[in-house]
């Protein structure tokens, strides 16, 4: 294939359309444009934007905007660890075969403390029955009536739900924990809604922390990273991800 900006550039050229219209059509700045056809990547953002941009500026040209994200991952990006991984290493996890599925330590928690519970409900109504032979009806000369106080636990929740607000301009990739893309790899920009999600499980891929961020309501702060940003969203609490782990949207 040809140098990816020299194929952007002639195409853009016969098409006779000048840097400002791809600009105002496609959001993207005229710097990080003429940046792209000049193959200077070292003045864009970073490799996650490099393949948003990539794939953005090919489609308004009418290319195959996958073969320039791809063309570009194969020139200027390393294999991850999991392709550099022998084929021995592989074949002896395929022999091992599936295990099943680990139990987390929040479940663990969380039988426990519903057994003790139930032990100290248990053993307070026992309590009571002793203490009062007749719990319904009314006691002789005092006309007192006494009910029975139930104990109610409250459900613990099965699904997790993600609020995101822009800042500044932010890449975002979000997949729930089937691997369905809910936010496809899309660069947000302030004031620009973008969607709620709600499910057992959510992975997160942020370009930077130019956003605020709710979950099941409450406020999370994002840590500023000079690479992308990664979290795993349970019903049971969050966590960052490395970035081997980040779900990729490209």
């Not at 000048?18 to 005229?30: H, L």
């Not at 194969?74 to 075969?97: I, Q, V």
Request: hydrophobic share 35%.
């Amino acid at each position: 294939m040809a140098e990816i900006g020299s194929t952007l550039r002639e195409a853009r050229m016969r098409a006779r359309i000048d840097i400002g219209e791809v600009e105002s059509r496609t959001k993207i700045r005229a710097k990080y444009l003429h940046a792209i056809e000049n193959e200077d990547w070292e003045l864009l953002p970073g490799p996650v934007y490099v393949k948003s941009f990539l794939r953005t500026y090919g489609d308004y040209l009418g290319l195959d905007s996958r073969a320039l994200v791809d063309e570009y991952k194969r020139r200027y990006e390393r294999p991850s660890d999991h392709d550099m991984r022998p084929m021995a290493t592989l074949s002896h996890e395929r022999e091992r075969g599936p295990r099943g599925p680990r139990v987390p330590p929040w479940a663990i928690i969380g039988v426990v403390l519903i057994g003790v519970a139930v032990a100290l409900y248990v053993i307070g109504t026992a309590g009571n029955k002793s203490k009062n032979p007749t719990p319904t009806g009314t006691q002789a000369g005092t006309g007192t009536t006494h009910h029975r106080t139930h104990t109610h636990h409250a459900a613990k929740p099965t699904t997790v739900k993600l609020q995101l607000v822009p800042t500044a301009p932010v890449y975002i990739c979000l997949v729930d924990g089937t691997g369905k893309k809910l936010i496809p790899g899309q660069i947000f920009n302030p004031g620009q809604p973008i969607p709620t999600a709600t499910a057992s499980k959510l992975l997160l891929t942020l370009g930077n922390a130019s956003v605020r961020m709710r979950v099941n309501g409450a406020h999370v702060n994002v840590a500023p990273s000079s690479s992308s940003i990664g979290y795993l969203f349970e019903p049971g609490g969050h966590r960052m991800l490395p970035a081997a782990k980040q779900p990729r949207c490209v």
